[in-house]
């Protein structure tokens, strides 16, 4: 069976280093082993590929050739709450390591973004005041494996604005100056210079980075960020994030202005994108994805809500969702007939494909279920009749 999302795939380039001059285990008793005086590189490297899922590309491999001693793989369909264990001492990452103390040591991922201006035809009508990442909206996704270094330069080549780049929900411990909110933990990065920052990734999940400056991420600079690592419920196969966002087909610069007359009008939003993509009133079909996965799988679905004005409840007709993670949080996996997302946040969640009701809501003949995203009463800045509903969401 197949779901309609609206998803674009994008690529990004990795580079993977060994640099990191030390790691910490956690061994069970809440205490740091420091391993001094460098690494002994075993002959057989622990790599292994992250669950990310084919319709991202090409694996993604995650690797801690770093990390002394017999370490292997222990995340399987049947088991994910495990990352990798020793097999010589029984240590293991998982949902119960403290990451706020500990985390495995892997490798540096360095990636490279462009902020530009770019027109943006995300549901049919063209919004001449985008702003994106590498020339495309949504932004590249980012992708680590807990414990590696994230490396990302920024070239800003807007003409008039300066830019910082807010990594939502990353936990800076050691490294404030690289939260990227400009006036607060840096500079803005002005036209034509760049800024790497660089911080470890000792949290997993999905989250999202977007610029922190005025009102550039409305205009679309914006992009999901995923740091595998372990899940407190089982899954067959992962799929690419799901950004869910309200959308204008006019700057929100333009709509700031506005609001500053004499007799101002509020800013109203215009449709609904997912991964950047929708359809307006008289433009569809304007743009659409078919997201296939095979019955009786179960499938990681990594929600984020990347709007600016509008609360919303997502749901896929006839499926529940076990819900496994939220904000970088594991949590105890529990089930839900819809998940209710609000501005900024995100959710891990697992989608068991198979349908719960087939006598009085049987499967359609050609077995596509529809993805609905509708807006919360009193949460949404849609003018009057004119709020996203099931009908328009593909």
Known sequence: MGFYDACKAVAVSVTAIFTLPFHLINDGSNQAVLSPGGFHIRKENLTFPAPNGPDSGPEFICDYSNLQGNWTSCSTPDNRSCWIRNSDTGQEFNTTTDYENFAP??????????????????????????KVFNQTYPGPWIKACWGDTIKITIKNKLQYNGTTIHWHGIRQNGTMEMDGVNGVTQCP??????????????????????????LQYADGLAGPITIFGPSSSNFDEGRDPILITDWSHHSAFEAWQRELVPTPSLPKMDSVLINGVGNYAGSYPHERFNMTVTKGKKYILRVINTSVDTTWIFSIDNHNFTVMSSDFVPVTPYNVTHLVIGIGQRYHIVLNAIPTDTDSLPASADGNYWIRTVTADDCQGFETGNAPDEFKIL
């Open 105 to 130: 040591t892997g490798i540096l991922r360095e990636y490279y973004l462009e902020v530009d201006e770019m027109e943006i035809n995300g549901d049919g009508v063209l919004n001449p005041g985008g």
């Open 189 to 214: 990065i002005a036209p034509g210079d760049s800024f790497t920052y660089e911080f470890k990734a000792v949290q997993y999940g999905t989250s999202w980075y977007h610029s922190h400056y005025s």
